[in-house]
């Protein structure tokens, strides 16, 4: 198994490499597809779909627009990737899975996928993902699972569900991947591969064209190599910009940050616990005040969600004709979590809408006169893919274990990002900041100054 090609380039890097004559779009996805391409690599794995002659063809139109002066979006001729739950016209959406491999062809685009193209972001390709994102580890037996980077040869999960998305950064075969967040499905690939991940808050992006797993839940997630990178593809999908990001990563000084105590730091293993403490101490140094607080709500969640929650509930209701003709077409870790959904009756739906909103009053409450939260993003490193496959107690127990801490963002419909806080060759720990709803812009700008005091 190859290593990481090459140290992970950022969108920084490619925008000012093709503005300054270094390099071009066609240069830069000619190396992407190359990457995908790599028969020592883990192409096969990362993508179900490659568009190559398409790609090639886009970067060729970007270049031209460029030495004509025109650049539509600070995307322009930059290779970008989607992860294979988002309708590209003329392409079947798998969403990880063989169940729709006979599904007619979109007719249309999804619409982060029409703002990617009238960008001028070129599409790579489709990203391997959980089949229908219903798991936080990333193995899918039907497409292959992508290897984390980190000591490949061991054969480390990339977590899920937007395995595919998290791996093509690290090995350049794009510059930054878009995927889906209904559980934290971009931060824990973000986190055990080594790069950054944004969930924004869910209304900002629309939804229009993805395959759902959760539509209460659902978010349109970004991963890049760093937060500018994120912060760039997210004003995009967002519509909010044409223009890049510009962040003023104010002085940490001004800023007051909770630490949970509760929950959210149980089952820690060395590594992790070590990373946090150590970027929680590099924070503080720079003057931010950190304070620890105890948050009795997260605790509740377990007791909140104990039938399957929304997931188990909004994905039963979507897949259950389907289930009726190919159950045993499903990976069967994903159809028992989708099955428990058959048993929440409509009054026991109510009733959790009834929960989760006032579950969200008191976290608002609780939080209020804080910049934001930091946790760790998930509280172990990458556990091997064979051990996960092998043992169905250990798969449940170490999925159960990724998304408790990003799911809690995802119930309060928060944003949140995670930023690598490993020491460099330690296996990869992410760092969460997380905000209420609509906090976006405060999230990113804090993000990008603990970002330069980790590095």
């Not at 039907?142 to 998305?165: C, F, L, M, V």
């Not at 900002?204 to 659902?218: F, H, K, N, T």
Request: overall charge negative.
């Amino acid at each position: 198994m190859s290593q990481r090609p090459h140290p992970t380039l950022t969108l920084h890097g490619a925008r000012t490499g093709m503005d300054d004559g270094q390099t071009s779009s066609l240069t830069l996805t000619e190396s992407a597809l190359d990457h995908i391409a790599d028969p020592a690599g883990e192409g096969a794995r990362t993508f179900t779909q490659v568009f190559a002659e398409r790609a090639l063809r886009m970067a060729q139109v970007s270049d031209s627009m460029r030495s004509a002066g025109q650049k539509r979006s600070p995307l322009e001729g930059v290779p970008i990737s989607i992860k294979d739950l988002f309708d590209v016209a003329g392409t079947r959406t798998l969403a990880g899975s063989v169940v729709l491999h006979d599904a007619p062809a979109a007719e249309r685009d999804a619409a982060v996928v029409q703002r990617l193209l009238a960008s001028g972001a070129v599409l790579v390709g489709k990203t391997n993902m959980t089949e229908f994102a219903y798991s936080g580890l990333g193995i899918n037996p039907h497409h292959g699972t992508p290897a984390n980077p980190w000591r490949r040869h061991e054969q480390r999960i990339p977590g899920g569900s937007s395995s595919g998305a998290a791996v093509a950064v690290t090995d350049g075969m794009c510059v930054a991947s878009v995927g889906s967040d209904t559980g934290g499905s971009a931060r824990i690939p973000a986190a055990l591969c080594g790069i950054t991940g944004f969930k924004p808050t869910a209304r900002r992006i629309p939804a229009e064209g993805l395959v759902p797993l959760s539509p209460a839940l659902d978010t349109v997630g970004v991963l890049a190599a760093d937060v500018q990178g994120c912060a760039v593809v997210d004003a995009v999908l967002s519509g909010a910009s044409p223009t890049p990001r510009t962040h003023r990563t104010p002085s940490l000084k001004q800023a007051r940050f909770a630490v949970p105590t509760t929950l959210v730091q149980d089952g820690m293993d060395a590594a992790v616990a070590c990373a946090f403490r150590h970027a929680l101490d590099r924070i503080s140094a720079a003057g931010a005040q950190v304070v620890d607080l105890d948050v009795p709500e997260f605790s509740e969640l377990a007791h909140i969600n104990a039938a399957g929650g929304f997931s188990a509930a909004e994905s039963w209701a979507w897949h259950a004709q389907l289930i009726d003709r190919r159950a045993a077409s499903y990976d069967p870790r994903v159809l028992s979590r989708i099955l428990r959904g058959r048993d929440i009756s409509a009054q026991a739906y109510i009733d959790l809408l009834a929960k989760r909103a006032d579950w969200q009053r008191r976290i608002a409450a609780r939080f209020g006169g804080f910049d934001g939260w930091l946790m760790p993003t998930v509280p172990t490193i990458a556990p091997g893919i064979a051990d996960l496959v092998a043992n169905e107690a250990m798969y449940f127990e170490s999925n159960a274990l990724m998304l408790r801490n990003p799911s809690i963002v995802n119930f309060m419909d928060g944003c949140a990002i995670s930023l690598p806080c490993h020491q460099p060759g330690a296996a990869p720990v992410g760092l969460s900041l997380a905000g209420p709803p609509l906090g976006d812009a405060a999230v990113l700008d804090w993000a990008a100054s603990i970002e330069a005091v980790l590095h």
